[in-house]
C-alpha cells in the first residue's frame, strides 16, 4: 500500500526564493505536462516511412497529374512506368551517415483514369517531390457543343 | 520578470511559432550519433532552401518549412494522401552540442543537421607534472 500525502503550496514554498537558483517550484510540473502534450499530440506527426509514399491526384481539363512525395532520391533512382490502368512508380534512396551507408526502395502502384495517353505520359521531379502528367486521350476532354434553341 | 512569471515559467515563454503558421505538421526525421557529432535527417518534400527557416535559440534548434507548390486554380484534387500544412518542428539539446559549429544542408527535400559535440566534453589527457 502506498500512501501518499499532498501538501499545500504555502507563501513560503510560492515565493521565488534562491533556493531554487531560479528554478521555479512548479518546473517539474511544467515539463511533466508538456511530456503528456507530446504524447498526445506526437500522433499528429506525418506516419512513419515504411516502403511506401503519400501520393496525391488531380486533374484538370487535359490532364491528370500525380504528385508523390519522394524526398532525397536521385533523380535516376526513381522509375515511372504505366502497365495498361496503372502507374507504377519505383524510387531507391541511399543515405550516408559518416561511413555508413543505408538504402531504402520505395513502391507503390496506383489506378489512374482509363482514357489516358499511356505513350505521352510524362515526368518531373523537383525539391523531392515527383509530378506524373498523364495527358487525357482526345475523346475524354470535354466537348463544347451548342445547340440552337427554336 | 513578474512575480506571477517566476512562479509559472510558461507565461513567460514565447508563443509557439504555430499560431502564426497556421496548422502546422511534423516532419518525419532521425537522428544518428556519431563520435564526434550528432547528425539530424528532416524530410521536407517540396521545400526550397529559400522557405526554410533553421533557427537556434535557448537549446532548441527549430526548423520550419514552407510549402512553395501551391495547387493551380483549375486543378481538381480527386484524391490526397499529402498535407498542404507546413512542417514545424522543435528539437532541444544540451550543452553537449557546440552551438556555433551547427551546420545544416538542404538537399532535394532532405535537410541534414550536423550537431558537432563540443570540444570541452570530448575526453582529453592531462599531462602529470
Known amino acids: ?150 | 520578470m513578474s512575480l506571477v512569471q517566476s512562479i509559472v515559467p510558461f507565461l513567460a515563454r514565447r508563443p509557439a511559432p504555430a499560431a502564426e503558421l497556421g496548422a502546422t505538421v511534423k516532419p518525419q526525421h532521425t537522428l544518428r550519433e556519431a563520435p564526434d557529432a550528432w547528425t539530424l535527417t528532416v524530410y521536407l518534400p517540396g521545400v526550397t532552401k529559400e522557405n526554410l527557416e533553421v533557427t537556434t535559440e535557448a537549446g532548441a534548434l527549430s526548423i520550419v518549412g514552407h510549402r512553395v507548390w501551391q495547387q493551380p486554380k483549375d486543378w481538381t484534387a480527386l484524391y490526397r494522401e499529402t498535407s498542404s500544412a507546413n512542417f514545424a518542428a522543435t528539437f532541444e539539446y544540451d550543452l553537449s552540442v557546440d552551438e556555433e559549429k551547427i551546420r545544416a544542408e538542404l538537399k532535394d527535400g532532405v535537410l541534414q543537421v550536423t550537431l558537432p559535440k563540443a570540444a570541452a566534453l570530448q575526453p582529453r589527457r592531462i599531462a602529470v607534472q
Not at chain 1, 500500500?1 to 534562491?18: F, G, K, Q, V, W
Not at chain 1, 523531392?128 to 476532354?141: D, I, M, N, Q, S
Open chain 1, 1 to 150: 500500500m502506498h500512501i501518499i500525502r499532498y501538501t499545500y503550496p504555502t507563501a513560503r514554498s510560492l515565493a521565488p526564493t534562491t533556493a531554487f537558483q531560479g528554478r521555479s517550484p512548479w518546473a517539474g510540473l511544467e515539463s511533466e505536462i508538456d511530456r503528456l502534450f507530446a504524447n498526445a499530440l506526437g500522433e499528429f506527426s506525418e506516419p512513419a516511412a515504411g516502403n511506401t509514399f503519400p501520393v496525391d491526384l488531380y486533374e484538370d481539363k487535359t490532364n491528370t497529374y500525380v504528385r508523390a512525395e519522394l524526398p532525397g532520391v536521385n533523380r535516376d533512382a526513381i522509375h515511372v512506368e504505366m502497365v495498361e490502368d496503372n502507374l507504377s512508380i519505383q524510387a531507391s534512396r541511399t543515405q550516408k551517415t559518416g561511413d555508413r551507408e543505408e538504402a531504402f526502395a520505395f513502391s507503390r502502384t496506383l489506378s489512374v483514369p482509363e482514357n489516358v495517353q499511356a505513350d505521352k505520359v510524362s515526368a518531373s521531379y523537383e525539391n523531392g517531390v515527383l509530378t506524373v502528367t498523364l495527358p487525357k486521350r482526345e475523346e475524354a476532354k470535354p466537348k463544347k457543343v451548342s445547340i440552337a434553341v427554336n
